[in-house]
Structure formats: structure tokens, C-alpha cells
């Protein structure tokens, strides 16, 4: 087969429009269509179809894509010689995936290491449930992700950073800060609630409200970001990961304690994609994430 089709199933794949792919491939439309014709004609499925959101991939076409991806890296790898990574002197754009809360722990350590040892590399954020994050890293759009993401695809490569305790936070002296707060004192109080859907903070909330935290004793807000303002203002009580606890309670005169429920820890690992397991950034970024972070 002339590897140029595979090529342009590849870029079709990513993009899902054909001009787009026409672009970035530098090629008319035509030639892109025609090299698509020829690629249904070979493989006997439709591959795209097209839709109102653009081309949208057939079941066929999706389990084509990482074989036709990871081959194409393979003979990539085999013609282009590697080009070694110089952190001092590199300009190069990383892509993180986490959430906020992952941010307000990471980001502050990493940004310090990275101006003393790499001042011209620049790291970008994006959030892990805003995306496929599968395919994002498939595509090298997002080089690593960190967060406690329990179902990932098995394309991805991972370890372990550390695990932590939840941990309940609340202004200085309140008074479920007046030794252990009981089940009973705990339930009392009015709670804040993180309403997230990424996994597990979904699942500590629903453990939250099975315990007996009733709807009206509590509020909910989307984001951990705006959790310290609030209860440092307030009576509220909030149930987070000790490592923002410990991040949040100096600047914004907090404390916090165990809570009074059995929760499960929080393991928080590092996730990277198979395809970019032997480039030399990303493994020096996994490098320095891991010697900044693992535990």
C-alpha cells in the first residue's frame, strides 16, 4: 500500500474535515478525496462519514487508527534521526492535562524548577474532562496527564506519584476544630460540595450524602478553585485531598482535620502516551515530574 494514503487517513482521523486535512497535509481537497476513495476502495468500508459535525470515523475506521498511527511512528522513528532534547536551550510547548485542584498543588513547584533549569520551555493546561484524552495523546496534542483518573485506555503508560488522605476544611476556629469532630457534629454543619464529574471526587460526594450531609446543609460550586475564598468566609465545611488542604491553609487561615467517615485515599498518577514513550522531551518532563513529585 502507498504509505501517502495512510497518511492522509491519519490526518482525516484528526481533523474530521477534509479541507482541514487538505491544509495541514498541503494538497487540494480533490487529491485528499481522491486519496480517500482509493483507501474505501482498499479497506471495503466507508471510514468517514460525513456528518453535520464533519467525518465522522466508522467502527471499522476507529480500530484502524492506532495501528495506522503507531506504524506510521515506526517508520518515522526509523528515518528521522532522533534529535536530542536540550532543556536548557529548548523553546519547546508541553501540554498538561489536570484539574484544577491538580494545578493548584503542581503548577507552582513545576513553574520554579522550570525556570532554573529549562527558562525557555513552555507548559500549557488543559482540562482532562474538557477532551479524548486518549486521542489528544494519540496525536502528541497533550504529552502527560495527572490526575487520579481511574479508567484509562490501555495505549497509555502510567505511575504512581503518591497517594492521600481527604481530609474536612474549615475556617480557624470553628468548632468542628475543637479536637475530633464526631459523626454527629459533622453532619450538623453545612457542607460545600465540589459538584465535579471527574472521577473520584464524584464518588467521595455521593459517599458524602449517603453518610447523611442533607441537601439542606449543603451548597455545591463547580471548580476546587474558588473552595478556600468560601469557607474561609464562611461556616461551610468542605471534604478535599490533604495536599490542597496543606496548600490552602496558611495564605488563607484555614485548618482542617480528619473527617469523622471511613473515605478511600487518593492515588494521583502521571499518564503519558505509548507513541511518546522514547521521545527525549517527553521523557524528560516525565523525569522531572516524577523527581519534583513522587512519593
Given at each position: 500500500m502507498d504509505l501517502n494514503l495512510l497518511v492522509v487517513f491519519q490526518e482525516v482521523y484528526r481533523a474530521r474535515q477534509i479541507s482541514a486535512a487538505a491544509r495541514r497535509l498541503k494538497l487540494s481537497q480533490s487529491a485528499v478525496s481522491n486519496a480517500l476513495a482509493r483507501l474505501r476502495r482498499t479497506f471495503d468500508d466507508e471510514l468517514f462519514v460525513r456528518t453535520a459535525n464533519g467525518m465522522q470515523p466508522t467502527p471499522h475506521a476507529m480500530q484502524l487508527s492506532e495501528p495506522i498511527a503507531a506504524a506510521l511512528a515506526s517508520?518515522?522513528?526509523?528515518?528521522?534521526?532522533?534529535?536530542?532534547?536540550?532543556?536548557?536551550?529548548?523553546?519547546?510547548?508541553?501540554?498538561?492535562?489536570?484539574?484544577?485542584?491538580?494545578?493548584?498543588?503542581?503548577?507552582?513547584?513545576?513553574?520554579?524548577?522550570?525556570?532554573?533549569?529549562?527558562?525557555?520551555?513552555?507548559?500549557?493546561?488543559?482540562?482532562?474532562?474538557?477532551?479524548?484524552?486518549?486521542?489528544?495523546?494519540?496525536?502528541?496534542?497533550?504529552?502527560?496527564?495527572?490526575?487520579?483518573?481511574?479508567?484509562?485506555?490501555?495505549?497509555?503508560?502510567?505511575?504512581?506519584?503518591?497517594?492521600?488522605?481527604?481530609?474536612?476544611?474549615?475556617?480557624?476556629?470553628?468548632?468542628?476544630?475543637?479536637?475530633?469532630?464526631?459523626?454527629?457534629?459533622?453532619?450538623?454543619?453545612?457542607?460545600?460540595?465540589?459538584?465535579?464529574?471527574?472521577?473520584?471526587?464524584?464518588?467521595?460526594?455521593?459517599?458524602?450524602?449517603k453518610a447523611g450531609v442533607r441537601e439542606e446543609n449543603r451548597y455545591r460550586v463547580p471548580h476546587f478553585t474558588s473552595v478556600p475564598y468560601i469557607v474561609g468566609s464562611t461556616d461551610l465545611v468542605v471534604t478535599v485531598p490533604l495536599k490542597l488542604a496543606e496548600q490552602a491553609a496558611a495564605p488563607f487561615k484555614l485548618a482542617y482535620v480528619a473527617p469523622p467517615l471511613r473515605l478511600p485515599a487518593l492515588q494521583t498518577n502521571m499518564f503519558w502516551h505509548r507513541r511518546y514513550n522514547d521521545d527525549e522531551g517527553n521523557r524528560w518532563l516525565r523525569e522531572l515530574v516524577g523527581g519534583l513529585f513522587v512519593e
Open positions: 517508520v518515522a522513528a526509523a528515518l528521522n534521526r532522533p534529535e536530542r532534547f536540550d532543556a536548557s536551550a529548548s523553546t519547546r510547548l508541553f501540554t498538561m492535562a489536570m484539574t484544577d485542584v491538580a494545578e493548584i498543588y503542581f503548577m507552582p513547584r513545576l513553574i520554579e524548577r522550570c525556570q532554573a533549569v529549562a527558562p525557555q520551555v513552555r507548559i500549557d493546561t488543559v482540562r482532562p474532562g474538557g477532551v479524548d484524552l486518549k486521542a489528544e495523546m494519540e496525536a502528541g496534542r497533550i504529552d502527560l496527564a495527572i490526575g487520579a483518573f481511574d479508567k484509562v485506555s490501555a495505549a497509555l503508560y502510567q505511575r504512581r506519584l503518591f497517594r492521600q488522605p481527604y481530609v474536612s476544611m474549615f475556617r480557624a476556629g470553628h468548632r468542628l476544630g475543637q479536637g475530633a469532630p464526631t459523626l454527629e457534629a459533622f453532619l450538623e454543619a453545612r457542607h460545600i460540595l465540589v459538584a465535579s464529574l471527574e472521577s473520584p471526587y464524584d464518588r467521595i460526594n455521593r459517599m458524602l450524602e
